[in-house]
């Protein structure tokens, strides 16, 4: 007869040894009894059972899926729906699972299969975080340079709408170009961008109506509105520049936001336009995490397949 792989008369056998060697030498093997149980029943899972995380940790853990929640709420009912802005939520989602199946996951991460899953992720979110970091500083080297003053035409990249409205992001582009336009009577304004899921008119055709508003001629601006990504943008917008200056001999302003900066710098060099770049605010601020997290991915999917 077996049990769990050993034979029974094995264990009785040692057993009878065992209680000849503790009757002998009481002192002696009676520590070596209970180490030697207790080294059993941490092995067979009994007493390295995960007891759950201190109290502290499973606070912080339970404020920031809160947080993280809201933030993909916002996003779904504020902004224009985008699964890359929910990638916050998402996380969130996650974190109150791991929360609600605690112990079962402690429990597995103490297993071989566990150990080697946990360095699986752990080796994957310390390779994006490098990844992560060298992003971020191309984006601060980049928004760094102060671009010259008399440029032939500013580049106003599209954003959101809900409606019509502006959103946030897209209004502090605009916000930050008003001031290089106005400083710059002879400079001409491209605004581009199409018409989106949620979107009642063309992004660009937004964008005109506040420049307007804020007093800028009406004959210093050109509707870019068919493109439907960042790439685009700058292919439809270079057509319509060398129409209007007759060839390629002009130098042109791209104005985005902070997190933006980098990959729009690299699609209009891709494009073949002569730009100088200038950043806007990352707004409102709470959804950086949402904006820069989207653009990284969107900055690796650049350096991979070079779109």
């Known amino acids: 007869m077996y049990y769990n792989g050993v034979r029974i008369i094995d264990i009785e056998v040692n057993m009878y040894t065992l209680d000849m060697k503790i009757t002998s030498h009481p002192q002696r093997y009676r520590r070596a009894l209970i180490i030697s149980g207790s080294r059993v029943m941490c092995r067979r899972g009994i007493l390295s059972s995960p007891q759950g995380m201190p109290k502290i940790a499973r606070r912080v853990i339970s404020v920031l899926s809160a947080l993280l929640l ?14 890359a802005y929910l990638l916050p939520g998402i996380l969130g989602v996650v974190l109150v699972l791991f929360l ?58 599209g954003a959101g709408l809900r409606g019509s409205k502006l959103s946030p992001t897209l209004q502090a582009r605009l916000d930050k170009s008003l ?10 304004v491209v605004v581009t961008g199409g018409q989106g899921p949620g979107e009642t008119v063309p992004e660009a055709q937004a964008m005109a109506r506040y420049l307007i508003a ?10 870019e509105s068919s ?72 900055v690796v999917y650049y350096w991979v397949a070079n779109r």
């Open 179 to 188: 001031g290089y336009i106005k400083d710059n009577p002879a400079t001409i």
């Open 70 to 83: 809201l933030n993909g709420l916002y996003c779904v009912f504020v902004l224009s729906p985008n699964w």
């Open 100 to 157: 609600l199946f605690e112990r079962s996951v402690l429990l597995f991460l103490t297993t071989g299969k566990g150990r080697a899953t946990a360095l699986v992720i752990c080796s994957m979110i310390g390779l994006n975080l490098l990844i992560f970091l060298v992003f971020v500083s191309l984006n601060v080297a980049t928004r760094a340079l102060v671009p010259d003053q008399g440029l032939d035409a500013v580049i106003v990249l």
């Open 227 to 298: 493109s439907t990504s960042t790439e685009e943008n700058f292919l439809y917008s270079r057509e319509l520049l060398n129409d209007r200056f007759g060839g390629t001999n002009y130098r042109s302003l791209v104005v985005t936001n902070t997190f933006h900066i980098y990959r729009s710098a690299q699609y209009a060099k891709k494009a073949g336009l002569d730009v100088q770049v200038l950043a806007a605010p990352t707004k409102p601020f709470y959804l950086a995490p949402n904006n820069y997290i989207r653009e990284y991915i969107a």
């Open 214 to 223: 804020n007093d800028i001629e009406n004959d210093r601006i050109i509707e």
